[in-house]
């Protein structure tokens, strides 16, 4: 390097660089040795010094450097500061961008762009990166770093110091990095204003094994960083604590060894029924699909539930849009009255305990307006509210003796967080799509499901897993049972033409169906990214229903969709809006509507279906699977027989 000697410090093995301040130069003048950095710009980052304050209590993440590499105009930039802004804001993850401009604004001011100066560039940058990546920060550093040598050796410090480094190659074309430079850098490059243009007047060298390589000529900033997301996340970089573990402490169940002693001080306390809907939510609970409640909620919870959609918790926000609760009569408020403790029995057996007690009012009228947007005892959920919960609210610590069985044949597709994030490690998935259903699926479903899988494969996922959860909860009367959906699912996926049993897991989601709209659907979002999901599949009016009075849906049918791609505390989440599929009867299969041939069209709604299964009629064909279609008809006459 030019204008720079090392000096052995007296009696040690260390030595420090000494660099002589270089004449003054022009724009244009170069050294012969180098032209100083002077075609570059401050890129100033979007986040606030408040913003990075909020993520310096995060005592769980792990440092690392995350290098960008790739021509000027690549969008290595954009994507730094993009990949910055959600770890900051989204994740509270200390994170710092090292961009090349504002480097040469600063520490390596001095030097130029001859082969050289770029090595000692990169060489400087680098143990900078090892520094943050030391400290606990995720240092993203965005430089061209045009030859492999030099990127080697900042990957070689970091491995010698057991820091995990991440090369990302920002690839695109040099014609579309050039119809890109607003700066017009490529243009004073190729006129001869600019010496020493990579790509123009030297190479650059790309990765021959980068972790990921960005094409953001094809892919969207927001695609680009969600693949770093994946990545990061699969590989457990960004957090210290091993993941099952994390999942387990989300679980709410007494350790075996202390379960007799703890059953036998529950014969001290108040003993509490609670009825089957009750149990559905102790099980949501205990399984850790709520997180983080740690129980029943108390107050505060329930009023930033009803109100905000979300709880506060060790100043983060979680998204919770729906109060889970539990009631009791005065009878028992009274027998409560000074108590602390509370044990909770199920079918007269004991399940669980409370301790730390609250009781508040059950104002039932409020509660629903807020929850469901409208008061009326005829609506389903609202008739359980009103006719079979007390007029008070019990919050508490929960600790329930053991995993919830309902012992109806179904229970080994019962999976906790916790048991499906083994087996999306055990299939290596790199991506999971959840589809939450309540209804039989037809060939409409099948066709999203399978569609969004071809769609994350194109995006560059190799193993994308379909979530396949239909909920297990209580529903509605005239909702086909879970037994019955179940079996019908089995068929779907058994027939293989429309979704592929080896990416996909089917599970039950123990959570009640509420009936209450883009209010719940932010509920049945949160706990598919709780159990592990990034894509979530939302179809149209989702946990909707008609007026009870009028017949009219409730809600908006494409509220659902936009409330979550707002909601707070979802960020994590991608969501992939639901097509409207209908019976394209000149193909006579599913299709997605075209409302420029909606004569081509018919739609089969719910009512019509069961209709044609009492009635003993066939659907028109490539509707349904004709096997999961006899499923569904076989109940619907067994009714029928009743």
């Known amino acids: 390097m030019s204008n720079a000697k090392r000096v052995k410090l007296n009696g040690t093995n260390s030595d420090f660089l000494i ?25 100033k980052s979007t986040i606030a010094k408040l913003d990075r ?49 504002n480097i040469r604004h600063g520490l390596n001011s001095n030097l130029g762009f001859s082969p050289e100066d770029r090595t000692e560039n990169i060489r400087r940058i680098g143990e900078v990166s090892k520094l943050f990546a030391d400290s606990g920060i995720v240092c993203l550093s965005s430089f061209i770093s045009p030859y492999h040598a030099d990127r080697q050796r900042v990957r070689d410090i970091h491995q010698k110091f057991g820091l995990p480094f991440v090369e990302v190659y920002v690839k695109a074309p040099l014609e579309v ?49 969600q693949k770093i997301i994946n990545y990061l996340d699969q ?46 939510w102790l099980q949501v609970l205990s399984e850790g699909w709520a997180h983080p409640l740690r129980g029943f909620m108390h107050e505060d919870q329930y009023l930033q539930t009803l109100h905000f959609n979300c709880i506060k918790q060790n100043n983060q926000m979680f998204n919770q849009s729906v109060p889970i609760v539990l009631s009791c009569s005065e009878a028992d408020k009274q027998s409560l009255s000074g108590k602390k403790e509370v044990a909770l029995n199920f079918n007269e057996k004991l399940v669980g305990f409370m301790t730390n007690i609250t009781i508040y009012p059950h104002r039932k009228e409020e509660r629903c307006a807020r929850q469901f947007g409208l008061v009326n005892a005829r609506h389903p959920y609202q008739k359980y509210i009103f006719e079979e919960c007390g007029d008070w609210l019990i919050g508490g610590d929960l600790h329930v003796f053991e995993r919830v069985r309902w012992q109806d044949g ?41 569609d969004t899988r ?35 699912h089995k068929a779907v996926l058994e027939d293989g033409n429309y ?14 169906m ?119 008809a076989g109940y619907y006459k067994s009714l029928n027989q009743k």
């Not at 130069?25 to 710009?41: D, F, G, L, P």
């Not at 979704?499 to 009640?512: G, K, Q, V, Y």
């Open 53 to 101: 304050l909020g993520t310096f209590s995060s005592k769980n993440q792990n440092g690392c450097t995350v290098w960008f590499t790739g021509l000027s105009c690549s969008g290595k930039t954009t994507l730094s500061f993009a990949l910055e802004e959600y770890l900051v804001k989204t994740r509270r993850i200390s994170t710092y961008t090292l961009d090349g401009d």
């Open 235 to 280: 590989n457990k970089i960004l957090s210290q604590p091993n993941e099952k573990v994390s999942l387990k402490q989300k679980e709410l169940f007494v350790k075996a060894e202390n379960s007799d002693q703890l059953k036998t001080e529950c014969g001290n306390f108040f003993q509490l029924s609670i009825n089957r809907t009750e149990m559905q």
């Open 177 to 225: 990095c050039e119809q890109r430079d607003v700066k017009g850098l490529y243009k004073k490059a190729r006129s001869g204003l600019i010496k020493d243009f990579t790509a123009i007047h030297s190479k650059y060298e790309e990765p021959a094994n980068p972790e990921i390589i960005l094409e953001t000529s094809k892919f969207s900033i927001s695609d680009c960083v």
């Open 514 to 632: 509420m009936y209450a709209g883009p209010t719940e659907v932010q509920w049945h979002a949160k706990t598919r990214m709780n159990a592990g999901a990034n894509f979530y599949i939302v179809g149209r009016d989702p946990a909707g229903m008609p007026h009870p009075d009028t017949k009219v849906d409730i809600y908006d049918p494409t509220h659902g969709s936009r409330v979550l791609q707002m909601a707070p505390g979802l960020e994590d989440l991608k969501i992939v809006p639901f097509k409207v599929a209908a019976y394209n009867k000149t193909l006579n299969q599913m299709d997605y509507f075209d409302a420029s041939n909606a004569s081509n069209f018919e739609f089969i709604s719910g009512t019509k279906m069961r209709k044609l299964a009492r009635e003993g009629e066939l659907p028109p064909d490539g509707f349904m699977v004709r096997k999961a279609w006899d499923i569904l």
């Open 19 to 43: 660099v002589k301040s270089k004449p003054e130069m022009s724009v244009n003048e170069t050294s012969q040795s180098s032209q100083v950095a002077t075609n570059i710009t401050y890129q």
């Open 454 to 488: 071809k769609f994350l494969l194109d995006k560059g996922y190799k193993n994308p897993v379909l979530l396949l959860h239909p909920l297990g909860g209580w529903t509605k009367d005239d909702d086909a049972p879970l037994h019955v959906r179940i079996e019908q």
């Open 499 to 512: 979704l592929d049993a080896n990416s996909t897991i089917m599970a039950i989601f123990p959570s009640p």
């Open 410 to 450: 179904l229970d080994e597709y019962r999976l906790t967080p916790f048991e499906l994030n083994e087996k999306f490690q055990e299939i290596k998935a790199d991506a999971i799509f959840a589809f939450q259903l309540r209804n039989p699926i037809h060939n409409g479903h099948a066709l999203l499901m399978r």
